[in-house]
Every structure is written in structure tokens, then in C-alpha cells.
């Protein structure tokens, strides 16, 4: 929009973009007004301003406030002097000023807009003598007066005036005003100094106090992360680091770079993605300093998230030595805060390497530390998610494969929500990715889609790269199972999105989805193809817990193939039967039976399969909607009826 100024009662207009020489000298002639300036002069302004609003009339105002204008405004053959740039036309100005010129630059030492407060903590004089200066700098224009007493603040009209009244001041009376402010603040304005600890570290930064600067830059980088700030946060906690690295070490120093690199880890692993390069760079020289320190304390986080680091990109067998690691410190120390997030290393770790039981119990020690007050802070340490719905939907998981199904449900359904209550953008990225995958499991296709879509949304508008991969996936995944070829192509898109995140984590199951995808869609040797590629993933990956669906679907694929695979089958589908029974997971071992007994359906042939799949359903009581349950029922009463 247009500047906007009063000058002898009228209002008028400056427009921000360039005008022509004729709009130029009519802005020129409103600006002086009451004092007529020469046709000589204006023509000079006009040329030497080349159409630029703000130069036009500050240039204009500088002639007017000239003692040689206002002694020939009549005359128009007088020469008038005209500064040759804005920066000398401002400084001119502020120099006719006289003592009101200082007044000006300890507002520009400030800040672009500085608090009537603050300015009277900094100022030597009487506030009267403040007062006159702060309305001659408003009457010349240079100033904006907001509110009224007590909450007074004012704003320079323009950066460049600001720039103008700093640039003029001696370094060592910069330095010497930016140390006064900050402890100006510090002493009279102590909200300042706990909701914007930026403003301390710009001015004790700006000041040579680094040292003073350092933890206000730390604070301030915690505070915009916590509240999804992350740019924000990301450059407080450089602005961090660029300082302590100029410094001589010191044993407080590395403790300052530790804590600056756990918080910068934990704004990569929300913008880069949570096994980025960018996120292992932060946390491998965190994890440096703290083992050459040895810091304890400040090590157990650090390593929390390279576990999380290393269990994103696939490695789980290394993730469990880390996980291990994790236990043994937190059970040493005794420390349930410690205990707590060892555990919540510990479930997912158990859940990949298919030891449900396990999972089922690291939640329920975990979940039960939890304090939601003391633990608040937790999430942006850990993994940049909170411990409890991340717990639920592992434990919702486990229980599923085991055939807990109504439980899996509930479970699924508490994490959901308290990830909605708390309002995080991370926590509710790992309660949507996950219940997508037991959506998947429980046959509820149009489930999966509305909690795509719901991830989706979210990831974008936060910036989270390997969620919104997942959701990209899961809802592909949907789109397919409906014959939409579009499926197709958002699952290869989510793939790309995960490779760019650096994550590898859950690549069997996602290529499992690829795979139904490629044989809903009519390419059931791609499918194939596909499903080689997800077994050989859980094999490097050490990802046990998908296997035995992996091995199903290629089993139920070749059934639907004509006679010259239809052969190979039933060993794909043994194979699913013999790893589901080794690692307890009672549901896949029930919709693998029901596959086999599907299978034999056309033949005399029995086996003992029906018997087993009878003696599998005694598991569930009469009351159990599960779909393979119910299909089940269905089978057997069609068999015998």
C-alpha cells in the first residue's frame, strides 16, 4: 500500500513503485505544499531521485528543512544543494537534528521498532528531555508514535531511516549501546527477555559478548522449535554455533555446543527427514564432543537419536545394539525419565525383529513412567515425537499380530487421539503412519485412505518429508485396491519422497503395497518381481516381522496365475504358514490357513487344513468381527454345513 504522511492539513500519498518524471513532480509539489519549492529545484529532484517515491520525498523534505530554501523559497534562479544519494539526503536530515540525532541512533541500535520502556532504561537525561526529542523526531517524519501511555513503542518510517542513524554511530559506541540495551532488558522488561531471548542474543551478540549471547541463542532455538518454528529455530542455533566455534575451547563451551547440536538435530530430523545426512551429520559430531567430554547426561539423547537415525534407515540389528546400550545406561543411573525413553527405543526395535510380546511389555513399562507435565519437553529431544501414542500404536500393532484384534483397535484409537490433543505436528506424523499400516492389516482399505489423506495434509503443511511419504504410500496403496491406476503413481512418488528423506525403514511392507498395487492394477509379474524385491529388503534389513505376508501375498498371487505357476503356491504359502508360527503372530497365521484352504477348495483334498483352521478360530470368541475371522466361519460352515 502507500506511504502516507500530513502536510498542512492534507493528506497525502507516496506510491511504492517507480513513477514517471510528471508523476514525480506532482508528488514533489504536494510534499512541500505550503512552502512552493522552485520549478529549478523540482526539475533537479526529479532527476536526481529517478522516480524512486521514498527518495523523491525525503530529497524534498531535506531541501525544505535547508536554511537556504527557506531563505529564497520565492527566488527560483537560487541553487539549492542537493545531497546525491537517499543516504546522504537522511543523514543531512538527521544531522540538522542536532542532540534530538542520538535519540534516533539508540532507537536504530534497538531495532527497527523499539518500546517507549526500553528506550528510557537506555536513555541518560530526563524524561521530559526524552519526550521533546522522541515528538521532534515523530514531527520530521522519521519517526511513527504507536498507542498511548503505558504501552508506547515507536517505528522507524522506513529500514533505509534506521540504517541512515545506525551507520552513523562509532563502533565502539555500537558496542557499548547494544551491552546497555540487552541488560535494559534484562532489567526492565523480563517478558522480553522469556518469550524473545533472540532479541538478548542479537544485542549481546552485536555487543562482543558472546559468551553473554550463547545461551539467550540457545533458548531462542528451543522456543521456536517447540513451536514448529523450525527456519526460525535452525538459524538461532547456527547463530549458536558460529559463536562458540570462534571461541577458545572451554569445558562450558562444549557443553553449549552439545545442547546446540541436539536441538539443531532435532529441527533436521523434522525438515530433512529423520535419517538424513544433514540429521547424521548434527548428531555424529554431537556424539563426538559428548564421548571426548565424557558427558553422560548429555550422551543418552544423542544416542537415542542415532538409534532412531540408524532403525529409519533399515539397520535394525544395529538399532538393537543401541537399544541395548540405551537400557543398560538408563538402568544403571536409575533414572525413570531414562528408563522410560530406553523403552521407547525398545518397542520398535521388537516390533521389526517380530518379538510382539516384547513390544507388548516395553510399552507398558514406558508408558506407565510417563508424567505428562515433567515429560512435556521429551518430544523435542526424543525422536521429535511424543513417547506415549508412538507406545500405543506399537503396542496396537503387536497385538494385532498376535490376534488381539479388539484391543489392536482401542490401542490404535488412544494413540490417535492423544496425538490429536497434544496438538504436535511429529507425534501425530508417527500416529497417522503407523495406524495406516494396521488399517492395512485389518482389511480396511478406505480406513487407510482417510488416514493417508489426513497425513498427507499434515506433512505438507509442516514440512515433514518422511511422513508425508508414508502417507503418499498408504494412499496409492488405497487408491489401487479401488482400480485406480493413479495408485500407481502416488506410490512411486512416495518412494521417491522416502528416498530423498534417506529412510529405508518399512521398505518390505512398502514394496508389499507396491506389489497388490502392480496385481490389483493387471501386471502380476511385476507384482512378482516386486514381491522378490520386498523379501530381499527384509533380509538386509533384518525386518522379520513382514515375512510371512510377504511370503502369503506371492503365494496367493501364484494361485491366481494359470496352471504353470498355480503349482508353486502352496510352498510360498507353507513357507508364510512356518515363519507366522515361529514368531507367534496368531492373525497371519489365520489368514495364511484360510489362504491354504481357499486354495484346496477345488480339490478333495483336506490335509488336515480345515481341521487346523477350526482349531485356530477356538482362539477368538463367537462375539470377534475380524474380517479373516469371519471369513473363516464362513469357509468352515461351507464345508460342512
Avoid at 508523476?23 to 532527476?47: F, H, K, S, Y
Avoid at 508389499?512 to 538386509?540: F, I, M, N
Avoid at 508360527?581 to 488336515?608: N, P
Wanted: charged share 25%; net charge negative.
Amino acid at each position: 500500500m502507500p506511504l502516507r504522511w500530513t502536510r498542512g492539513g492534507r493528506a497525502v500519498q507516496v506510491p511504492l513503485q517507480r513513477l514517471d518524471p510528471c508523476d514525480t513532480a506532482a508528488m514533489i509539489a504536494g510534499v512541500a505544499n505550503d512552502a512552493p519549492l522552485p520549478a529549478e529545484t523540482i526539475a533537479r529532484i526529479v532527476a536526481k531521485t529517478d522516480g524512486v517515491p521514498l527518495f523523491a520525498e525525503e530529497l524534498t523534505k531535506t531541501v525544505l528543512e535547508s536554511s537556504s530554501i527557506a531563505e529564497t523559497a520565492a527566488a527560483a534562479e537560487s541553487p539549492v544543494d542537493i545531497p546525491a544519494t537517499l543516504r546522504d539526503s537522511l543523514m543531512a536530515r538527521l544531522d540538522r537534528l542536532g542532540p534530538v540525532k542520538e535519540i534516533a541512533q539508540i532507537g536504530a541500535a534497538i531495532g527497527r521498532e523499539f518500546d517507549d520502556v526500553l528506550i528510557r532504561s537506555v536513555v541518560h537525561g530526563t524524561d521530559a528531555e526524552l519526550d521533546r526529542a522522541l515528538a521532534r523526531l515523530t514531527e520530521a517524519g522519521l519517526l511513527f508514535r504507536r498507542g498511548e501511555p503505558p504501552s508506547v513503542s515507536y517505528a522507524f518510517k522506513h529500514a533505509l531511516v534506521q540504517d541512515a542513524a545506525y551507520e552513523s554511530l562509532l563502533k565502539s559506541r555500537r558496542l557499548a549501546l547494544h551491552q546497555a540495551i540487552a541488560e535494559a532488558i534484562e532489567r526492565a522488561l523480563p517478558q522480553v527477555a522469556a518469550t524473545e531471548p533472540e532479541v538478548l542474543a542479537r544485542h549481546y551478540t552485536a555487543s562482543a559478548l558472546p559468551q553473554r549471547a550463547l545461551p539467550y541463542w540457545l533458548r531462542a532455538g528451543r522456543q521456536a522449535r517447540e513451536r514448529s518454528a523450525y527456519a526460525e529455530a535452525k538459524a538461532h542455533l547456527n547463530r549458536g554455533l558460529e559463536l562458540v566455534r570462534r571461541l577458545p575451547a572451554s569445558a562450558e563451551l562444549v557443553g553449549y555446543e552439545i545442547d546446540l547440536l541436539t536441538n539443531l538435530g532435532a529441527v533436521e530430523q523434522a525438515v530433512s527427514g529423520l535419517a538424513s545426512s544433514a540429521t547424521e551429520a548434527v548428531f555424529v559430531r554431537a556424539r563426538e564432543l559428548c564421548e571426548a567430554a565424557d558427558d553422560g547426561p548429555r550422551l543418552f539423547p544423542v544416542l537415542w537419536n542415532l538409534w532412531l537415525l540408524t532403525v529409519q534407515r533399515g539397520q535394525i540389528e544395529a538399532s538393537r545394539r543401541i537399544a541395548e546400550r540405551l537400557l543398560a545406561t538408563a538402568a544403571t543411573r536409575g533414572d525413570p525419565d531414562l528408563v522410560m525413553q530406553a523403552h521407547h527405543a525398545a518397542w520398535p526395535t521388537d516390533f521389526y525383529r517380530a518379538d510382539f510380546a516384547s513390544v507388548v511389555h516395553a510399552v507398558d513399562i514406558g508408558c506407565s513412567l510417563y508424567d505428562a507435565e515433567r515429560h512435556r519437553l521429551h518430544r523435542f529431544v526424543y525422536g521429535a515425537h511424543d513417547p506415549v501414542p508412538c507406545g500405543w500404536i506399537f503396542k496396537a500393532l503387536a497385538l494385532w499380530f498376535v490376534g488381539d484384534y479388539a484391543a489392536a483397535r482401542t490401542a490404535c484409537a488412544s494413540s490417535i487421539a492423544a496425538a490429536r490433543e497434544l496438538g504436535h505436528a511429529s507425534t501425530q506424523g508417527v500416529a497417522f503412519a503407523y495406524a495406516g499400516a494396521l488399517r492395512y492389516f485389518d482389511d480396511d482399505a478406505p480406513g487407510v485412505a482417510a488416514i493417508a489423506q489426513e497425513l498427507i495434509e499434515l506433512s505438507t503443511r509442516e514440512g515433514m518429508p518422511t511422513w508425508l511419504s508414508f502417507g503418499v504410500i498408504h494412499r496409492g496403496w488405497a487408491l489401487a485396491q479401488g482400480g485406480d491406476e493413479g495408485g500407481l503413481s502416488l506410490l512411486r512418488e512416495g518412494f521417491a519422497l522416502k528416498q530423498r528423506a534417506g529412510s529405508t525403514l518399512l521398505a518390505p511392507f512398502h514394496l508389499g503395497l507396491l506389489a497388490q498395487a502392480q496385481w490389483r492394477l493387471g501386471s502380476p509379474e511385476d507384482a512378482l518381481r516386486t514381491l522378490d524385491e520386498a523379501r530381499a529388503a527384509a533380509a538386509a534389513n533384518d525386518e522379520r516381522w513382514i515375512v510371512p505376508e510377504l511370503w502369503r501375498l506371492r503365494g496367493e498371487f501364484l494361485a491366481g496365475i494359470p496352471d504353470d505357476r498355480c503349482a508353486e503356491s502352496e510352498p510360498a504359502l507353507q513357507r508364510a504358514l512356518a515363519e507366522a508360527r515361529a514368531m507367534k503372530a496368531k492373525a497371519i497365521e489365520l489368514r495364511t490357513t484360510l489362504s491354504l484352504a481357499r486354495l484346496r477348495r477345488g480339490d478333495r483334498r483336506d490335509d488336515g487344513i480345515h481341521a487346523s483352521l477350526a482349531a485356530l478360530l477356538a482362539h477368538w470368541g463367537a462375539d470377534e468381527a475380524a474380517s479373516d475371522v469371519r471369513a473363516a466361519r464362513a469357509l468352515l460352515e461351507e464345508r460342512f454345513p
